[in-house]
């Protein structure tokens, strides 16, 4: 998902991202980028949901 965000292929990076969360919801990375490909896209609340999921769902240790 970070390559094709870094890529501006934002429906790719989202559809990639979902599933790494799908398979592993502890993914601080996926959480991450997903809020970055959100604010890109101008989606401003869910980019927000996104980053709150990093927080809520991730063990503080696994987000470095």
């Known amino acids: 998902g970070a390559t094709?965000?870094?890529?501006g292929e934002?429906?790719?990076?989202l559809?990639?991202?979902d599933h790494a969360v799908r398979i592993e919801p502890t993914a601080?990375?996926?959480y991450?980028?997903?809020?970055?490909v959100l604010?890109?896209?101008?989606?401003?609340?869910?980019?927000?949901?996104?980053r709150?999921?990093?927080l809520f769902h991730c063990p503080l240790k696994t987000r470095q």
């Not at 991450?32 to 970055?36: I, K, L, S, V």
């Open 4 to 7: 094709y965000r870094h890529r």
């Open 10 to 13: 934002f429906d790719l990076a």
């Open 15 to 17: 559809a990639d991202l």
């Open 28 to 30: 601080a990375r996926a």
């Open 32 to 36: 991450f980028h997903r809020g970055m």
């Open 39 to 50: 604010a890109a896209k101008g989606d401003h609340a869910r980019a927000l949901h996104a």
């Open 52 to 54: 709150l999921c990093l």
